[in-house]
């Protein structure tokens, strides 16, 4: 599984279409561990292209702080799961939370 996280300044970006660049983390479900990370810097800002751009990396999960509800469905529609709410931490322990089932979501900060 591969989980994308948007950042910004090394930790979640509360605005995910807006985020400076993205970590591509590796996981194993079943030993609930990261195997490996990759950073890649976001393409410019354009409604519609990170759903396929994100599903062509091999995304299957988004850790997001706030996400438009248009977007939550383009990216439904690559089938990648999309968790927001999530607090501005490290995309380490964003997953580890996520593989042990501790990760707490909250309010979507994104009303668009």
Not at 24 to 40: A, C, F, N, Q
Not at 56 to 70: D, F, K, P, S, T
Not at 96 to 106: A, E, K, Q, V
């Amino acid at each position: 599984m591969k989980i994308a996280i948007p950042l910004a300044d090394g930790k979640l970006c509360a605005h995910f279409g807006h985020c400076e660049q993205f970590a591509l983390l590796d996981v194993d479900l079943e030993g609930k561990k990261i195997l490996s990370r990759d950073d890649i810097g976001a393409p410019p800002h354009q409604p519609g292209l990170l759903p396929p751009w994100l599903a062509e990396r091999g995304a299957n999960v988004i850790i997001a702080g706030g996400m438009g509800q248009r977007a939550q469905e383009l990216f439904a529609g690559q089938g990648i799961q999309v968790l927001v709410g999530a607090p501005s931490e490290t995309p380490e322990q964003l997953v580890s939370d996520y593989l042990t089932g501790s990760l707490r979501t909250g309010v979507n900060v994104c009303d668009h």
